[in-house]
Each structure stands twice: as C-alpha cells, then as structure tokens.
C-alpha cells in the first residue's frame, strides 16, 4: 500500500514540474554541436539561433565537443553568437569532450559557458588549411589576431582568465574544466543538463550590453534537431565518404568511356563526382592526394589499351592507395581528417579487380584465332539491341558489343554490318 502511495505521489510532482514548466511559458532551447567546424554547423547554429528568437527562448544551450576547424567558419559562428537577441550558453559536453582549436573562441564568445567534468578546452594555435604550420610571419599575424579576439571575449572575466585564453593560443596550451573554473574562463562546472539549467537559474548575464537574468529552473526544454538536409551535407563532408565517391564516380565514368552507349553509367558517375567535390571544398585536401588518385585512373584506362599484361592495373592500385592515404592526411591533422586504411584498401583491392577483368576480356578479344578473331568480324550483320546515337550497343551472334558509327543515329532493332574492329569496339553501318 505504502508503495502505491509513494508512486502517486512521485507521478503528482512530476505532473506538477510539467504543468509549472507549462504554465511559466519559458522554453530553452537546445542544440548538440559536434565534430570539426564545418559549414553544415554553421547553418546549424544560425537555425537555432533564429529559431530561439521566433520563440522568444530563455535560452540557447550549445552542446559542444569539436576539435576545431577553419577560422572563417568559426569567425561566422562567433558574429551570430554575439548578434543574438537570445542569451547563448556553450555546454562543452559529454564527459570526454573538447573546445579545441576554435571551439575555444566560439565558447568565449558564448554569453555564458559551461564545462562537463574531465572534458578540455584549448590548444588554440593556427595552422594551416592542410593542419600543418603556417609560416612564421603569416602565424605572428594569425596569432595576434586571434589573441585580440579572445582579450575582447574574456574581458570580463578577469586577468587570470586572459592569459589563459591568450596561451591557448601562443603556447598552444589546453585546460581541464577544473582549471578553467579556477581561473574563472569558464563560468560553470556542470555535471549533466539539469545540473547546469539549475545552475543556470538567476545568473545575469550581458546580451548586447544589457544585463539579462536567466530562469531556467522551470522552463521547457527543447531539443532542435539537425535538419535532414543538413544530415545529408554532413555525411558527404566525412573523409571516408568523399573517397567512396570519388572513387565510384570515377570508376562509373571510366565504365561509360570504355562500354559507351549507355547513360546509367555516366549519369551515376557524374552525380558521385558532384557530391564528392562538395565535400573536397570543404575539407582541407592535399591535392597530391588527388594528383595520385586521378593518376591511378588513368593508369588504368592505359592498361586497358595497352598491353602491359596487368603491370599498369597493379601501378594504378597502388596509385590509389596512396592518393587516398593522403588525401585528407597531412603532418598535424586531426584523426577526424583521416580516411579508413581498411576502407581504403579494400575499395583499390575492388576496384583494381574489376579493371583487371576487363582488361582480362580485352586481351582475350585480341588474342582470338583467326576463325574466331577481330578481323573475321568485319563485314558481319548484327543487331542494334540499344539505339546508336551515335554510340550503342549491337548483337553479334550471340555476344553484345559496345558499338558507333560515323555520326549517323541508328535504332534498336535495325540491322547493321561491321566495317570495323576497335579494341573492344566495334564500328558499323547501316545495312543497306
């Protein structure tokens, strides 16, 4: 009975905190901010931002853990932070988590911050766009730059806090959450979110120069999701998955090139390509990355043409291997920046057996006897199975080639005869 009672009564507070949470109006609104800076968290923030200020929010909570990224984004990020109507808390969060690099300037300029226990912030010292050291002129202008940021973004909060926002930046010096709360760069050590909104509660804080005072303690909570557009810009901006592509999109047009008369291919390559340039504008890449990925298709279409019995296919695999390795790696790049060796092994080990096996049908073609051979096919009739435009597909006997004319465009079902043998295509005529 006892116990009946008890879960009445917990069931009533809890409907109570609800109605109370209800009927004071108040709403926080809260976003998850994870991984490099990218412009997909760019859009993400501003949303937010936007969206906390439709509906006149409390407060916008940024749970953030990032390694950094590039300082345009970031000086994007930091303009809507400080421009806001709506008083903005960084949340450095899980347990674990980090405000490196630029996402220790992005949580300065919070309105107020937060840090979970055994997270970091700092290391703060530019780099260049490929994570390796700029050089010592361009670094002096940089650092000084970002110093001013930060001295006019912990300018209130005292001395101690200055300098160690400011060696996070020359010294490329990191803080634990307990050392940051000592110095007082960070305003609250907070060990989950109701621990934070409690702490939150009554705290004044300065939006556009004028005091606000934050009451959280009774205000809704609500997550705002990333939206699906932004998902999907945010998986084509993973190393991993621009690789795949590349490497996709370009086997999909070397297909088309080498068996023309189909667009499935072409079409296919040319969408795989797009999305992966997306994603090279806005990772840092190291172009002899690319240099050797390009060179390992070419590789390949040559062995095709050529006869190098494979010694051109296993080149371009290993041409791939390397230009993937180090296409978004560089001395100092973060982990996040690093495509998977075993996804990179395993797409050339792929890709390396299927243009073997065609270059394995190309060189049987070649080699047929005479009976069977190139030459014995000219002057043969054949079928259009796919529309010459001028390039298509024809059956002869009982095998389909890959087939053109000289410009003329010739209907499937029609007959045509072989006036020539080119590799593994065939030109035709129009039968008379």
Not at 318 to 347: C, D, E, M, Q
Request: charged share 15%; aromatic share 4%.
């Amino acid at each position: 009975m006892s116990k009946t009672i008890r879960f009445i009564a917990i069931c009533i507070l809890i409907a109570l905190g609800s109605a109370a949470a209800a009927q004071s109006g108040r709403t926080v609104i809260i976003i998850t901010a994870e991984g490099p800076v990218t412009p997909v968290m760019v859009s993400h923030i501003q949303r937010a931002i936007g969206t906390a200020d439709e509906r006149g929010a409390e407060a916008l909570i940024i749970r953030l853990n990032t390694p950094g990224g590039q300082v345009d984004l970031m000086d994007r990020i930091v303009t809507a932070m400080l421009e806001s109507p709506i008083p903005i808390v960084v949340y450095v969060s899980p347990r674990g988590a980090i405000a490196g690099s630029a996402g220790t300037v992005i949580t300065l300029a919070a309105h107020a911050n937060a840090m979970a226990p055994e997270t970091a912030i700092g290391a703060a010292s530019p780099v260049g766009g490929q994570g390796e050291d700029v050089g010592e002129t361009l670094e002096a202008k940089i650092k000084n730059v970002l110093k001013a940021q930060v001295r006019n973004l912990a300018s209130e909060r005292g001395p101690a806090a200055i300098a160690l926002a400011e060696s996070t930046i020359e010294e490329a010096k990191a803080a634990t959450a307990d050392e940051a709360k000592a110095v007082g760069l960070t305003d609250f050590i907070a060990a989950d979110l109701d621990d934070l909104l409690a702490q939150l509660d009554g705290f004044t804080v300065m939006v556009r120069g004028e005091p606000v005072t934050l009451h959280t303690g009774d205000a809704a909570v609500v997550e705002l999701d990333v939206t699906l557009l932004e998902e999907i810009l945010a998986i084509l901006t993973n190393p991993n998955v621009v690789f795949l592509l590349l490497a996709v999109g370009a086997q999909a047009i070397l297909i088309e090139l080498s068996s023309p008369g189909g667009w499935v291919a072409g079409f296919t390559g040319a969408i795989c390509l797009a999305l992966a340039f997306y994603g090279l504008g806005v990772l840092p890449v190291n172009w002899f990355g690319i240099v050797f990925i390009v060179l390992a298709f070419v590789l390949f279409i040559l062995d095709i043409q050529a006869t190098s019995h494979g010694a051109l296919t296993a080149a371009a695999v290993g041409s791939l291997i390397v230009g993937a390795l180090v296409l978004f790696n560089s001395p100092g790049s973060l982990p996040y920046l690093r495509v998977s060796v075993p996804l990179v092994i395993g797409t050339s080990a792929v890709l390396g057996g299927a243009f073997f096996a065609l270059l394995v049908f190309a060189l049987r073609t070649r080699r047929l006897p005479a009976a069977m051979g190139a030459a014995s096919l000219v002057g043969k009739v054949g079928e259009v199975k796919q529309t010459l435009a001028p390039k298509g597909i024809v059956q002869l006997e009982s095998e389909e080639w890959s087939a053109e004319t000289d410009g003329e465009t010739i209907e499937a079902g029609q007959s045509v005869v072989v006036v020539e043998v080119r590799g593994v295509r065939l030109k035709v005529r129009r039968k008379a």
